[in-house]
């Protein structure tokens, strides 16, 4: 193997390679990637068992062949060469020389039979997405999944296409969910829905970062996903199991509703929660006649109050959340004002945009 | 003005037994193990006028007391009783610190407002304890915790004794110095040897000399004898586990010789978690064969738990993978990471109370009025004897 490749190209490959390598791990060769000189250009796969890149870049191939090198220390090298260009020339024994300009460099290497084969999930149908709609749908939904594991199958979100070309994604971690429908029109072939895993969504989500307009394919096959882009596949393994009826937790109407300018609530919440007790971003939400009040207290440091005007003329009522639940949701909220509704202090406050649903957040209160 | 009673039961195995079985009732008695190597685990108030105590080799007990009727413990009766006496105290205070299976010390100063003076609950406590496990019991009662518990030994048997602040010193007084807290053998020698024989002796010293003759602890001694001692009730609240272990009259092999053990064990751990209000999510398995080796298996439950049933589906799976079919001394249940179970936030998908939850709270009613094996489960019903252990070190 030996090739001569744009340090950027490079520089590219590995890092979309750095989020998928496990460095603690059994298995060594996981913390590895394998770079492969085609006859036309270099792939360079990062693969965890559960995901796996394949990253394609242009290159002047001198010898085909392949070999693994080490993700996070190649990557440290390509990001610190003297040149524009650089060559990767493998020698006996699996070592690879890496060579810029003036700098040359001696790497150990692992033979790429050793590497672990990816799954060919080539007869995935693919349907094309936009990929500016699938990186909203992740925002949105990405900081309600669950990080317990043992609650596995809320480890990912639920991606479920509807009938009219929408499609829906649900996460929850059990205390409070985050829903999001989008048109995505295309024929997914799914009975019901499938859980993305939360590190795939989190990768996918890099990926989609890279250049959101670009042209993109997603499909699901054999419990796996697969993500296609020009240059780029991604396959990940989806999470088994039932997602719960979210349906069911998510109330019809609140019986008391205001409407909340988000960016003063978004910045009321991280304020008062800066004295809630124990970090635990415990605050009291309360409404009162055209009121809306953020109040915390901590034994050690003292009290926090602060007020907003909203229209409001129901019963008064105080409620406990977890500011963070509600920063996380006003945080991808788009819209000025933002539909708040609440039941008593044991039922779930909503928050959608005024008059729109398409993108609801559920949070349980706390007791305090 | 603080109020602290110490309760203690009085020959409290040896009360069982002859409670358990008529025929010991009056006779002078030994709960022990074997003639030639074991020793007096208690002894009835009958033997002990023989020179029979506790902690004795049998072989000498036997000889002091040749006509003394012997039986071997039975721990699972005694932690039954343990369970049932603290229970009662509860009634009375959430303060209470147990000391082991049959005494502890309860704060009442903010119950004298519920049940009247310290001493009628005292006589309230004893009374209950009587009625419902059958058992004598002493209590001691003071301001001063130290001073409530050689109350309490003092009033044996089957008695009560007031210490009144005004009192304190002058009934330390005339006590040989041994009865302090921290005064062990050998200091009890170099105090006699200075010629401090008697409590009251070190209250008369100078507190300035004691301590220049005996350091810091000489005015630790010289304050206790004056019936000054700060230390509070500590209630077990902030256990870090709840567990039940036994060790084995014999050596037992096997995963289904030992899971009636285990599973007796994870109910009691199960009753005991419920009694504090607490639940455990991770669940420990203790496993001592013959030859002492020490092996302990965890496992984390999804969410915490209280229910025995379910402690034991996970103990019984870590016996099974921890079973090398080597003969097994002693087994042991525990929890950890204990809480209330919720935290402050609420759940989305919050199910009704489980079924487990209602069949619990009905078995623990009735093991309340009948005891634990009234109504229990078929292997450890079925299994002789399943629970022939050594004492636990401490009751939760």
């Known amino acids: ?368 | 003005m603080r109020a602290i009673i110490h309760v203690d039961m009085d020959a409290f195995y040896a009360s069982v037994e002859q409670r358990d079985n008529p025929e010991l009732r009056g006779k002078p008695l030994i709960v022990g193990g074997d003639a030639r190597r074991g020793v007096v685990v208690a002894a009835s108030y009958e033997v002990r006028k023989y020179g029979v105590k506790s902690a004795m080799p049998m072989a000498r007990a036997l000889k002091l007391a040749p006509h003394a009727k012997v039986v071997r413990p039975r721990f699972a009766a005694y932690s039954e009783a343990s369970e049932q006496v603290f229970g009662i105290f509860e009634r009375y205070t959430p303060l209470v610190e147990p000391l082991s299976l049959d005494e502890a010390f309860l704060d009442v100063t903010a119950s004298v407002g519920l049940f009247g003076a310290p001493g009628e609950m005292a006589r309230r406590i004893r009374k209950e304890i009587a009625a419902e496990t059958g058992l004598p019991s002493s209590a001691g009662l003071s301001s001063v915790k130290f001073v409530a518990k050689i109350a309490s030994d003092l009033a044996k048997p089957n008695g009560q004794r007031e210490v009144r602040p005004e009192e304190t010193v002058g009934f330390l007084a005339g006590l040989p110095v041994g009865r302090l807290w921290g005064v062990g053998a050998k200091t009890e020698e170099a105090l006699k040897r200075a010629g401090l024989e008697r409590i009251g002796q070190i209250a008369e010293k100078d507190a300035a000399w004691m301590e220049m003759r005996w350091g810091a602890s000489g005015r630790h001694l010289w304050e206790l004898a004056n019936g000054i001692d700060p230390r509070g009730v500590v209630p077990d609240r902030e256990a870090k586990s709840v567990g039940a272990e036994d060790t084995f009259d014999e050596d037992l092999t096997g995963v289904e010789a030992l899971s009636p053990h285990v599973h007796a064990q994870a109910l009691r751990v199960g009753r005991r978690l419920r009694r504090a209000g607490i639940k455990g999510r991770v669940v420990q398995l203790k496993v001592k064969f013959s030859d002492f080796t020490l092996l302990t298996r965890r496992s984390t439950l999804p969410s915490a738990t209280d229910d025995g049933q379910t402690l034991y589906r996970v103990v019984r799976e870590l016996l099974e993978k921890t079973h090398e079919d080597r003969p097994v001394r002693l087994t042991g249940v525990s929890v950890q990471e204990l809480g209330t179970g919720e935290g402050p936030q609420l759940g989305l998908f919050t199910e009704a109370p489980k079924r487990s939850d209602k069949l619990n709270a009905a078995l623990d009613r009735i093991a309340e009025r009948y005891g634990t094996k009234a109504v229990t489960t078929a292997d450890i019903a079925g299994s002789d004897e399943p629970e022939r252990p050594k004492p636990p070190r401490k009751p939760r």
């Open chain 1, 1 to 368: 193997m030996e090739f001569r490749i744009a340090a950027d190209e490079l520089k590219k490959a590995l890092n979309r390679a750095q989020g998928v390598v496990e460095r603690k791990t059994t298995m060594p060769i996981l913390a590895n990637v394998l770079v492969t000189a085609h006859k036309t250009g270099v792939t360079v796969t990062a693969f965890d068992l559960e995901i796996g890149i394949v990253s394609e870049h242009p290159a002047e191939v001198v010898k085909t062949g392949a070999v693994t090198m080490s993700a996070k220390y190649v990557f440290d090298i390509v990001q610190s060469l003297p040149d524009a260009n650089v060559t990767l020339k493998k020698l006996a024994n699996n070592y690879v020389e890496i060579s810029s300009g003036s700098a040359h460099f001696k790497i150990v290497g692992t033979a790429p039979e050793e590497y672990p084969k990816l799954p060919r999930e080539e007869n995935a149908p693919l349907v094309q997405v936009t990929g500016g709609t699938l990186l909203e749908m992740i925002k949105k939904t990405q900081f309600a999944i669950s990080t317990d594991e043992t609650r596995y199958i809320l480890n990912g979100v639920f991606f479920e296409p509807k009938e009219d070309g929408k499609v829906r994604m649900v996460a929850t971690d059990g205390h409070r969910l985050s829903l999001v429908e989008r048109e995505l029109p295309g024929d997914f072939k799914l009975k019901g829905g499938v859980i993305i895993p939360r590190k795939g969504l989190l990768e996918l989500k890099r990926l989609l970062d890279e250049a959101p307009e670009a042209e993109c394919h997603l499909g699901f096959a054999e419990n796996s996903a697969l993500f296609k882009k020009t240059g780029l596949t991604m396959v990940m393994r989806l999470i088994d199991g039932q997602f719960p009826e979210y349906q069911r937790v998510i109330p019809k109407e609140g019986e008391k509703q205001v409407l909340v300018p988000k960016t003063r609530f978004l910045e009321g919440l991280k304020r008062i929660a800066l004295l809630s007790a124990d970090k635990s971003y415990a605050v009291r939400i309360g409404l009162e006649e055209n009121a809306l009040l953020i109040t915390a207290n901590n034994p050690d440091l003292g009290e926090a109050k602060d007020a907003l005007d909203v229209a409001y003329r129901g019963a008064p009522i105080t409620i406990g959340f977890n500011a963070r639940y509600l920063i996380d949701v006003l945080g991808v909220t788009d819209t000025d004002e933002v539909a708040f509704e609440l039941g008593d202090e044991h039922s779930p406050g909503v928050l959608h945009a005024p008059g729109d649903r398409s993108f609801t957040a559920v949070v349980m209160p706390m007791r305090v």
